[in-house]
């Protein structure tokens, strides 16, 4: 039986479009808000990812980190985002969610435990920024055993002989770090020479799903969508500070945004 994440890359694959991969925070600006997001922007998004607040991330750029800060303050816990998925779950049981977050938690929470909640409330997949090949094999492999993707991770220093071992070792989706920066850095490189990077990968074995995130934004998507999927994180993030900052819906602006970046992908 294919993932719902496979089958979204097979259709977007049919129409000769990238998947449109969203990030928010669970719990920003609160948790009602949250699943109020989550249920506004899947109507344009491909797949959702929803990340678990962390107050020590390694990866994530200043807006993701406001994000969780302020999810933080508002007092989200591991199982109000399970409960958010739940809810979500319930009336978009079709859309893929990928919760994307750090490893002390799961650990803190138990391995097991935690991927019983995952299949109980209907998560997709996994990406856990700090645990990487192959000291993840262990628990990707009980990620795969519970049919929950564990996503693997690539960037441009990974070498040949790394990226073909990674590849044989993953499940129905890789991400390709753009660039040597946190999320949301200003983009240091061309499209054109992600792209190059990208395709580079692509050959090893082009039947994977292979994704790009980290400096996606309105300015760089059109540029490249030959790629299998994008990923749209920080803007996102901005854009829910932008709309508090001005008193304004962070819903219907998130709405519109995600409306946007759809069309520049079509």
């Known amino acids: 039986m294919r993932s719902k994440i ?17 990030y928010t925070v669970a719990g920003d600006n609160t948790k009602n808000n949250s699943l109020k997001i989550l249920n506004k922007i899947s109507k344009h998004a491909d797949i959702l990812e929803l990340g678990f607040a962390h107050n020590t991330p390694i990866a994530d750029g200043g807006q993701i980190q406001e994000s969780s800060h302020r999810a933080i303050k508002n007092g989200i816990k591991l199982k109000d985002v399970f409960q958010i998925v739940k809810k979500f779950k319930k009336n978009n049981p079709n859309k893929p969610i990928i919760l994307m977050g750090y490893f002390n938690l799961i650990y803190q929470n138990g391995e097991n435990n935690f991927l019983k909640n995952c299949k109980a409330s209907g998560v997709d997949g996994l990406i856990v920024v700090d645990l990487p090949y192959p000291e993840n094999k262990i628990f990707a492999n009980k990620c795969k055993k519970k049919s929950i993707n564990f996503i693997q991770l690539l960037s441009p220093t990974t070498s040949k002989e790394r990226i ?9 989706m890789i991400y390709y770090i753009s660039m040597l920066s946190t999320t949301g850095g200003k983009l240091k490189v061309s499209p054109k020479n992600i792209l190059k990077n990208y395709n580079r990968i692509k050959r090893i074995n082009p ?14 998507i059109s540029s490249l969508k030959s790629a299998n999927g994008l990923v749209v994180g920080s803007l996102l993030c901005k854009t829910i500070t932008n709309s508090l900052k001005m008193r304004q819906n962070p819903v219907t602006n998130l709405d519109k945004v ?5 069309n520049k992908i079509l």
């Open 164 to 172: 073909k071992k990674i590849i044989k070792d993953s499940h129905d």
């Open 258 to 262: 995600v409306y946007n970046l759809k």
């Open 207 to 220: 039947k994977k799903n292979l994704v790009i995130g980290f400096g996606i934004t309105n300015k760089t």
């Open 6 to 22: 496979a089958e979204v890359f097979d259709n977007c694959k049919k129409i000769k479009r990238p998947a449109l991969i969203t």
